[in-house]
């Protein structure tokens, strides 16, 4: 009888970037504490939930409704906003951020075996050109 076990060989590999190839959240988080105190809101009175996952301006627009009703993009241009907010976290990634464990090898592994690995993410291109370059997984 022939054997029928098969080794299971992905096409390809994505990956997600923030929680999954690099341990981001607490830099991210300390990030938002630190805009969210140059705007004057009340950044320990802030729950995350239902916001991870959003994109910086999106999360910007709900936390300025539910803080500061009626504002206006007069008064907060969320762009320039979360960008800063991303500037404060490329600042602490510079020396803080790092990868998962398992992480460098199993990019190692699915190189080695010719299998093409992608991030797919709404982070800003930026980050992640920072963090794949600074980490070393850009190839």
């Given at each position: 009888?022939?054997?029928?076990?098969?080794?299971?060989?992905?096409?390809?590999?994505?990956?997600?970037?923030?929680?999954?190839?690099?341990?981001?959240?607490?830099?991210?988080?300390?990030?938002?504490?630190?805009?969210?105190?140059?705007?004057?809101?009340?950044?320990?009175?802030?729950?995350?939930?239902?916001?991870?996952?959003?994109?910086?301006?999106?999360?910007?627009?709900?936390?300025?409704?539910?803080?500061?009703?009626?504002?206006?993009?007069?008064?907060?241009?969320?762009?320039?906003?979360?960008?800063?907010?991303?500037?404060?976290?490329?600042?602490?990634?510079?020396?803080?951020?790092a990868l998962y464990?398992?992480?460098?090898?199993?990019?190692?592994?699915?190189?080695?075996?010719?299998?093409?690995?992608?991030?797919?993410?709404?982070?800003?291109?930026?980050?992640?050109?920072?963090?794949?370059?600074?980490l070393k997984i850009?190839?």
């Amino acid at each position: 009888m022939a054997d029928t076990k098969q080794i299971f060989r992905p096409r390809a590999i994505l990956f997600d970037h923030d929680g999954v190839l690099v341990t981001s959240e607490e830099l991210h988080f300390l990030a938002w504490q630190r805009l969210l105190r140059d705007m004057e809101l009340p950044w320990n009175e802030i729950s995350f939930e239902g916001l991870v996952g959003r994109t910086a301006p999106e999360i910007l627009r709900t936390l300025l409704d539910q803080f500061k009703p009626g504002w206006t993009t007069d008064q907060f241009d969320v762009d320039a906003l979360a960008l800063r907010k991303n500037d404060y976290y490329l600042e602490s990634a510079r020396t803080q951020l790092a990868l998962y464990p398992g992480v460098r090898d199993g990019l190692e592994w699915a190189k080695a075996n010719g299998i093409p690995c992608a991030i797919v993410s709404n982070a800003r291109r930026r980050e992640l050109m920072a963090s794949t370059t600074l980490l070393k997984i850009d190839s």
